[in-house]
Structure formats: structure tokens, C-alpha cells
């Protein structure tokens, strides 16, 4: 089976931290993702990357940023958190071509006081 | 801008009766269509996926697309209270481009 981890279940911190989430996959998925879910306003697509060193912007970038230095291993950066910041954040992995099946780890539930 | 569209729900089923779960997407030249299941407070999980034109059955759970109408939907035969959950319809482009995801429909399954 496919396997997404992402380092924290839960995760609190104060305004104008650094903070770190990180996402691992086993299946040697060259794409990975990261989203944030709120309510009401679904998944949103905050950056991806398709190869070890590269990355894209998805929809909501700003006040992020990623690093993926290896190809199981896909992070996301909050340089200065905020309060706006408080959400759900999942990473996922796909196999991309054709059938570009996705799957998602189990999530981080992020709190910034 | 490349849309997915579901009716937000809530859906309210008895046990044992079909859901039907329906999505339309705006893209003509998309190629992969998926069906997700999310728990309350838990991450997607993919259940269903569906290439080509027709149904396609895997237990409780059958996928049917037509593409010239641009409609994916998903049944659930024998609904379970165990099935309510946020069920999100996502649709993919040829290429290697990101799903584009609905907004989910809540399903509500009734004792």
C-alpha cells in the first residue's frame, strides 16, 4: 500500500514562528503536494512539485514555501506564521501520467496563537 | 478556470437505500476522474477511480462517467451509517498537471 507520513498530527505555535511540516512517501511518487483544508473552502493547493529540486506555486502560495532535496521527502516552510495561517494541511503523492492516482497522508492540523 | 462541481449537501439517506453522488466538471479534454472519501477530521482517501465511459463496480460502490456530458457520479449500494462522510469528486487533464477537487458532498447515512 501507499504510504504518506507527515510529521505532526497536531501542531501548535505562536504568531511569527518558523514552522516546519514535512511529508514523507515510500512509493517513489516523482509528484508531491501540499494542500491546506478549511471549511467550506475545500482543498486548496498551496504548492507542488514534480522532481527533486523543483517545485511550482499552486493556488494560494504566499506567506509559504517548500523544499524537496530528496524524492521521498517533500516540506513545507511557514516563514513568519499567522493567525491565518490556522488550518489543515495534507500532503499527498501521486504516480502522475495517465492515471496520476493521488494519495494523501494523514494530515497536520496546524493552530498559530 | 478549470471547475468541478458538486452539491454540497448534506444528503440524507436511509440504511440500505443508494446514494447517489453526483459531479460535473467543466474541462472537455479531461481524462481521469476519482472519487474520495473523508471522514470528519480525517484525510481524503481515494476509493474509486475511472477512465473511460461507463460504469465501473467495486463492491458496494460503483463509479459511472460520461464524458460527452461531462458528468461523473458515484452509487453506493446498501448504504451503511459507516458511509457518511465528505465524498470529493476530483478530475485530471492529460499531462502531468494537479487534480482539480470539488468541494465535496456530505452523505449522511440514516439508522
Known amino acids: 500500500d501507499v504510504k504518506v507520513t507527515q510529521s505532526s498530527r497536531y501542531l501548535v505555535k505562536r504568531t511569527g514562528e518558523k514552522v516546519f511540516l514535512e511529508c514523507v512517501q515510500d512509493?517513489?511518487?516523482?509528484?508531491m503536494f501540499w494542500y491546506r483544508q478549511d471549511p467550506g473552502l475545500g482543498l486548496r493547493l498551496i504548492y507542488f512539485?514534480?522532481?527533486?529540486?523543483?517545485?511550482e506555486k499552486g493556488d494560494i502560495p504566499e506567506g509559504y514555501s517548500v523544499s524537496r532535496e530528496k524524492k521521498e521527502r517533500f516540506s513545507l516552510i511557514l516563514e513568519s506564521a499567522s493567525t491565518n495561517q490556522t488550518s489543515m494541511y495534507l500532503c499527498?503523492?501521486?504516480?502522475?501520467?495517465?492515471?496520476?492516482?493521488?494519495?494523501f497522508g494523514p494530515g497536520t492540523r496546524l493552530t498559530v496563537l | 478556470q478549470k471547475e468541478v462541481e458538486q452539491n454540497s449537501g448534506p444528503l440524507s439517506v436511509p440504511e440500505g437505500a443508494i446514494a447517489s453522488l453526483n459531479c460535473t466538471y467543466s474541462?472537455?479534454?479531461?481524462?481521469?476522474f476519482f472519487w474520495y472519501r473523508q471522514y470528519s477530521g480525517k484525510s481524503p482517501e481515494l476509493i474509486m477511480s475511472?477512465?473511460?465511459?461507463g460504469d465501473k463496480e467495486d463492491g458496494r460502490f460503483t463509479a459511472q462517467l460520461n464524458k460527452a456530458s461531462q458528468y461523473v457520479s458515484l452509487l453506493i449500494r446498501d448504504s451503511q451509517p459507516s458511509d457518511s462522510a465528505t465524498y470529493l469528486c476530483a478530475v485530471n487533464d492529460p499531462g502531468n498537471t494537479p487534480l482539480v477537487f470539488g468541494k465535496g458532498t456530505r452523505l449522511s447515512v440514516i439508522a
Open positions: 512509493m517513489d511518487h516523482e509528484n
Open positions: 499527498a503523492s501521486s504516480t502522475g501520467g495517465s492515471y496520476n492516482e493521488q494519495f
Open positions: 474541462d472537455r479534454v479531461s481524462q481521469s
Open positions: 475511472i477512465y473511460s465511459n
Open positions: 512539485s514534480y522532481d527533486v529540486k523543483m517545485k
